[in-house]
């Protein structure tokens, strides 16, 4: 009814304007007055955490993709390495398993059968497994040995987006706490970035505040069959992400690349008038990556493409090659995704409306799959 869903047309709009509150919830308790992580609830003692020397993580879909940014998290302040597998191919190809790897399952249902299988394998070999999770008591933190509940609410709309936002929370939140409990030479940059995480659902929010000129331009491309995005180092799963919400909602074919593969191949597919929405990195920190980026975006430009650029405010070397700009708050490199996301959850929503979509639940799919 209008009433559930809160004076919105769609949940889905409702769940992506309830971000802010899902990620300062998820963030709740969880970080004690001194800047330290006090995750209690993960109940791996810290010994076992100390001795884990690898990290793998399983995950379906969108979950995948929010595993897919914390290998990043995870290795930089970790140094542990770490793997991230599609629930359903992780344990058809004898992954190896023992007692002092740490695998990690995200899932917003807890009831994904393939995710469950992936838990289930992983436990058979001995290794320990932590959930992230969105529903309480749910079967994947009940097989689990630990569980990290992100407290995004109920999330209806079968394309998932503030369980997404607090999925990237937990993660950042398990890669510091394992930084923590272990003690990396990234010590004071684990404390800054601690500190940046109070401040990011505010960073949500403000990007939400200036979302019209993108619904604007997602109803003009209503009529496209096509739309490519491009990312690099944590942007190349939130170019994934995009797509994925694209294919689910407008039903419009929409992939993303890692933007260095270009020249390998996904080059060829630029055409007049093809849209690309490329997802920029800091020009801070990570400047190499911002600086190659700029070049792809030059590249796919003068062979046609129409560009819509996700770029930091004050990002000024984007300018001249965006035909579309879209500007997101400053952030540490790791929490970019944080706020990079959001604009394309609105561009998918709108589209699919301005399609005649139903946005809540999209044709042929179903919000948990319970089988394999
Ligand atoms: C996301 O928009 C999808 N509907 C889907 O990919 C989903 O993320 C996937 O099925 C995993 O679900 P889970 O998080 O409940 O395990």
């Given at each position: 009814s209008a009433a559930e869903k809160g004076g919105y047309d769609y949940f889905m709009l409702k769940e992506i304007a309830e971000q802010p509150k899902a990620v300062a919830d998820?963030?709740?308790?969880?970080?004690?007055?001194?800047?330290?992580?006090?995750?209690?609830?993960?109940?791996?003692?810290?010994?076992?955490?100390?001795?884990?020397?690898?990290?793998v993580v399983v995950a379906c879909g969108t979950a995948f993709h929010a595993g897919l940014i914390a290998k990043y998290a995870i290795e930089h302040w970790?140094?542990?390495?770490?793997?991230?597998?599609?629930?359903?191919?992780?344990?058809?190809?004898?992954?190896?398993?023992?007692?002092?790897?740490?695998?990690?399952?995200?899932?917003?249902?807890?009831?994904?059968?393939?995710?469950?299988?992936?838990?289930?394998?992983?436990?058979?070999?001995?290794?320990?497994?932590?959930?992230?999770?969105?529903?309480?008591?749910?079967?994947?933190?009940?097989?689990?040995?630990?569980?990290?509940?992100?407290?995004?609410?109920?999330?209806?709309?079968?394309?998932?987006?503030?369980?997404?936002l607090t999925q990237l929370v937990a993660c950042y939140l398990v890669a510091l706490y394992l930084g923590q409990v272990r003690g990396t030479k990234w010590g004071d940059e684990i404390r800054a970035v601690v500190r940046d995480l109070s401040s990011i659902a505010g960073a949500v929010e403000q990007v939400l505040g200036t979302m019209e000129p993108v619904r604007e331009l997602a109803r003009t491309l209503a009529s496209k069959n096509t739309v490519l995005f491009l990312g690099r180092h944590v942007g190349y799963p939130v170019a994934l992400e995009g797509a994925l919400k694209l294919k689910e909602l407008a039903y419009m074919h929409a992939e993303g690349f890692a933007a260095g593969e270009l020249k390998h191949g996904p080059i060829a597919l630029i055409e007049e008038d093809l849209p690309v929405v490329v997802v920029v990195p800091s020009p801070r920190g990570r400047s190499v990556l911002h600086d190659k980026i700029v070049s792809n975006i030059q590249e796919i430009r003068a062979r046609g493409a129409r560009t819509i650029v996700i770029a930091e405010e004050g990002d000024e070397a984007v300018v001249p090659y965006a035909d579309h700009l879209i500007r997101i708050p400053v952030t540490p490199t790791l929490l970019q995704p944080m706020v990079a996301t959001v604009p394309l959850q609105v561009f998918a929503c709108e589209l699919a409306t301005a399609r005649g979509n139903e946005v809540d639940q999209p044709r042929n799919l179903a919000k948990s799959v319970t089988v394999e």
């Open positions: 998820t963030l709740l308790g969880r970080i004690d007055g001194s800047g330290s992580l006090t995750l209690d609830e993960v109940r791996i003692p810290p010994q076992v955490l100390r001795e884990v020397d690898k990290v970790t140094r542990i390495p770490c793997e991230v597998e599609l629930a359903s191919e992780f344990r058809y190809r004898d992954p190896i398993l023992d007692q002092q790897t740490l695998v990690i399952a995200i899932s917003q249902s807890g009831e994904t059968m393939d995710t469950l299988m992936a838990v289930r394998h992983a436990r058979e070999q001995g290794s320990r497994v932590l959930a992230i999770c969105n529903t309480n008591g749910s079967t994947i933190p009940r097989e689990s040995d630990a569980v990290l509940y992100t407290h995004a609410g109920p999330e209806v709309a079968v394309a998932s987006t503030k369980a997404f």
